[in-house]
């Protein structure tokens, strides 16, 4: 949801530490909350910075910056970055599929210098939504360094505040 700025995340598989995180901005001390998984398993929350340095070590991104509007924000910021810099190569990877749905691809390769996240990003777009379904991103030595993709896409769900209560979501 957008106002206030609130994420919701189930891990379906693969979850590491927590397999379920709630966040919503100016609520629980501006923190987020995790249900851990293994041991800890029995807990049923615990509040969580955002920025925490052992939340930045299991993703590159925080809970406070995900969602489609802050992703493009933060890729606008860094494309002005380089441009400013003439540091910018665009290319176009033509035509694929996300989640069965027509995309275009494109590739954004940035230098070595620490004002910048990522040597190379490729990003597909979907073609009716014109939002990034799909964003990989790597190292300068060519390392995969995350992936994120959205699938199974919808709008406009008359989503409210109250499903984002720690309530409503076992928390």
Same mark, same amino acid.
């Given at each position: 949801?957008?106002?206030? *700025? ?7 598989k ?6 379920k995180l ?5 609520k629980?001390?501006n923190?987020?909350l995790?249900h851990?998984t293994?041991f ?10 955002p920025?925490?340095k052992?939340?930045?070590?299991a993703s590159l991104?925080s809970?406070?910056q995900f ?8 890729l606008?910021?860094?494309y002005g970055t ?5 540091d +910018?190569?665009i290319a176009?990877l ?7 749905r027509p995309c275009?691809?494109m590739?954004?390769?940035l230098?070595a210098?620490?004002?910048y ?7 597909? *777009? ?8 799909s ?11 995350s992936?994120?993709s959205y699938?199974?896409?919808k709008f406009? +769900?008359?989503?409210s505040e109250?499903n *984002? ?6 928390l």
């Amino acid at each position: 949801m957008h106002k206030p *700025f609130s994420l919701l995340m189930r891990w379906r598989k693969n979850a590491g530490a927590v397999d379920k995180l709630l966040y919503v901005e100016g609520k629980n001390d501006n923190k987020m909350l995790v249900h851990p998984t293994g041991f800890f398993a029995w807990i049923k929350s615990i509040k969580k910075d955002p920025r925490d340095k052992d939340v930045k070590k299991a993703s590159l991104r925080s809970c406070d910056q995900f969602g489609f509007y802050r992703t493009l924000n933060s890729l606008i910021e860094v494309y002005g970055t380089a441009q400013k810099n003439k540091d +910018l190569r665009i290319a176009y990877l033509g035509n694929t599929k996300v989640d069965g749905r027509p995309c275009v691809a494109m590739e954004r390769i940035l230098p070595a210098k620490k004002q910048y996240p990522y040597a190379r990003l490729v990003m597909e *777009f979907d073609v009716e939504y014109l939002l990034p379904t799909s964003i990989s991103c790597y190292d300068w030595k060519g390392r995969l360094l995350s992936r994120y993709s959205y699938s199974k896409l919808k709008f406009n +769900l008359n989503i409210s505040e109250r499903n *984002f209560t720690p309530k409503a979501n076992g928390l």
